[in-house]
């Protein structure tokens, strides 16, 4: 078991930003990116160089709450929507749209947009976020839609949560292992065509795969070198110590690469024997790239904070919005 899952909710960027489909125009994506400033509480933190989403569930969930009365909760909550978490549109066909909505928006107050390309056939090996595409080229067909629509916009992709660690702990079939680490290789390389964006290959958490040089030969084999990285601790609890001590290890292995952690969860570390949902968690360090850490680029919140992680501990879908679960994580942090 991966002990790892993913969002699979579909972004509400789209409707955030007031955007249909095909609908982007420079003046739409100016208006909608200064009404979702001015909603926030508090500036960009300089620490980071990110776009924050005026549309998330957490910022929704604000609006709703104060109508309720609920003006403490919804003060709580302003530590999930006033930073910024990755989009994951995993669940479309066509990711391009709500990949340019939030790539102009980004491009219009000058930040870095943060995806999460997830959807490698035979995903999650039938687990909470089972899925992906059909086939082979129905993924290259969807990277490509991805890629294009970043455009020359600063974005961060991270690639593929679980996708090279379920092949090391073989959970994905090995009849599925060579085509999946050439379909990554083919990605790496269809992603680096836009002029403005950074891949970070996902490598999974250190309480996965412990020994981390059993990750060496199949990331070389998915491309790792032509990466900015890889990232670690996606969706899961593991605290950035432990998890920075595995991504140096990791990056010697690779003649230096460096990575990314998912610190969106990680405030109390995990729950023994707990993966999915464990209840009593923190928000972890913001998302900066001010990490005292040669190798590490920075620490990114990759799980959207409040979305579950599947039907456990009395959760939604993966994916979904559980906003008792994300005023615990707010509530549980400090600052």
């Known amino acids: 078991m991966s002990r790892l899952t993913h ?9 955030a930003l007031g955007l249909a489909a095909g609908c982007t125009s420079a003046s739409d994506v100016d208006e909608a990116s200064v009404a979702g400033a001015a909603s926030r509480q508090t500036g960009p933190d300089p620490a980071s160089p990110f776009w924050v989403d005026p549309g998330s569930s957490a910022a929704q969930q604000i609006e709703l709450w104060r109508r ?22 995993a669940g479309e066909v066509d990711p391009g749209p709500t990949v340019r909505a939030a790539s102009a ?37 969807w990277i490509g839609k991805f890629a294009e629509a970043l455009g020359d916009a600063k974005a961060l992709v991270v690639l593929e949560p679980d996708a090279v660690a379920h092949v090391v702990d073989g959970c994905t079939p090995g009849e599925y292992h060579a085509e999946r680490e050439q379909l990554l290789g083919e990605a790496i390389d269809r992603l680096k065509q836009q002029p403005h964006t950074k891949v970070y290959l996902d490598a999974g958490n250190p ?29 899961n609890f593991q605290t950035d110590a432990v998890t920075k001590k595995y991504g140096r290890d990791l990056s010697k292995a690779l003649d230096g ?3 990314v952690i998912d610190s969106s969860r990680n405030g109390n570390g995990p729950l023994p024997g707990v993966w999915c949902n464990p209840p009593g968690r923190a928000l ?5 790239t ?9 620490y990114l919140w990759i799980k959207r904070p409040g979305e579950s992680d599947g039907t456990c501990e ?16 707010a509530g549980n942090s400090a600052g």
């Open 7 to 15: 969002t699979l909710a579909v972004p509400v960027v789209l409707a």
């Open 68 to 89: 309720e009365g609920r003006t403490r909760d919804a003060a709580l909550l302003r530590k999930i929507a006033d930073r910024p978490a990755a989009l994951w549109p």
């Open 105 to 141: 928006s980004a491009t219009a107050e000058n930040r870095t947009a943060l995806f999460v390309a997830y959807n490698i056939p035979h995903r999650d090996c039938g687990q909470h976020s089972a899925g992906g595409a059909a086939d082979a080229d129905t993924y290259r067909a």
């Open 207 to 235: 309480s996965w795969i412990r020994q981390p040089g059993k990750l060496v030969e199949p990331l070389k084999r998915a491309g790792v070198a032509k990466a900015d990285g890889f990232s670690l601790n996606v969706s």
């Open 257 to 259: 690469k460096h990575f």
């Open 284 to 288: 972890g360090t913001p998302p900066t």
């Open 290 to 298: 001010d990490t005292g850490e040669a190798a590490l680029d920075a």
């Open 314 to 329: 009395g959760g939604p879908d993966a994916g979904q919005w559980w906003p008792e679960y994300a005023l615990a994580l």
